[in-house]
């Protein structure tokens, strides 16, 4: 619920039961201690896909009072950046380290999981050993942490750039040259639109419409980019900016259209990052490094049910059920395997949201895409 122990203890209190706060946090402990191989499994999936996405967003931890053990730190990176971190906030007198929650989703329909992994700083060595050994395509954004992991020598991934990115950037600048950003903004919308017509396409429907139509408004925005007009904005400038930023990463942009199979941009994972901004506000800031831990850990079986439209408190209490007494397979507790023994517990009305949803993109496309045939017409 994206509450800190002190607000839950309220909603238990209007329960009949009044827990004290050291009690919710051993038994948060002791789930956590039950369930941690379960979000490491939907880790291993993931992991075997062709496609995944990637992102992160600041959460503030508070200071520990004392430097952990160094010799034990040698063995957990994790430990040693903690360190490195605190010795940094001791010199500048901070009471805080500037934490970061990264989320991984998969884009692949046979490992629908998401995934959370704390860890005390932005450096790569998070994204560095989440990903060692994968293969697949990478969704994220073009920060050098990042691609530095993705493009690493001896690397077998392939990086993709995200087109709700680059689309954001030209449109936050648009008013500073309406007559030039307008072409190149309308050709990135006809590229919704077809991603919008192709929403319940077969994935080899959807490569073929964007072999033929996407790839097509793709030479026509990369010529307009690299032509007079496009190279007449200032690179200074706020819009020159966004143009260099389609430039510079064309490539990585340009995979989806190869593949019906890929995102053409990260949303999917942003919408995931919002957990931990409606959580931050909330509960402020993370206690300790094992706090942050067994929250990633929780939030990532609670985040993986919520995206099977799952009763999340059944799912937990089958899970946990299960795993305490040794009656079921961990591969049986995977939130897709579990709802398909378990149709009782979905919600139906987020699966008809989401179909309902679905459908007006579509008609909305549908309707544009009649208005521009009609003045063509015209």
Known sequence: MHLPYYRLQDLFGSSGWTPSRSTLDYLTELVHETTQELPKLMLSQIKKGRCLGL??????????KELPDKA???????????????????????DSLDAK???????????PYDIFDFRVSRHRDGPDEILGG???????????GNMSVVLAPGSKMTRMACWAHARRKV???????PQVSALPLALMNQLYDIERRAMKMSDQER????????RRILDRLGEYLEGPVGKSVLPASKLGGAFNYIRNHWEALNVFVNDGALPIDNNQVERLMKRIAVGRKNWLFIGSL??????????????????????????LESVITHMLRGTAKIEELLPDRWKAAHPEAVREYREQERRDK??????????????SELRKGK
């Not at 992102?55 to 520990?64: E, R, Y």
């Open 290 to 315: 094992r706090a942050g831990i067994r929250n990633a850990s929780l939030m990532s079986l609670v985040a993986s049910a919520l995206r099977m439209d799952l009763d999340v408190g059944l799912y």
């Open 134 to 144: 994968y293969q697949g395509h990478v969704m994220a954004d073009c920060y050098s």
């Open 358 to 371: 679905a459908d007006t993109a579509i008609v909305q496309a549908a309707r544009r895409r009649l208005r």
């Open 55 to 64: 992102d992160d967003t600041q959460v503030k931890l508070i200071m520990p």
């Open 207 to 214: 490569g073929e419409l964007r072999a033929t139509e996407s």
């Open 101 to 111: 929650m990264w989320g991984y989703s998969s884009f692949d329909s046979s490992a």
């Open 171 to 177: 449109y936050e600048h648009h008013e500073s040259d």
């Open 72 to 94: 034990e730190g040698i063995e957990d990176p994790q430990i040693k950046r903690l360190i490195e971190k605190m010795i940094e906030a001791k010199k500048e007198k901070k």
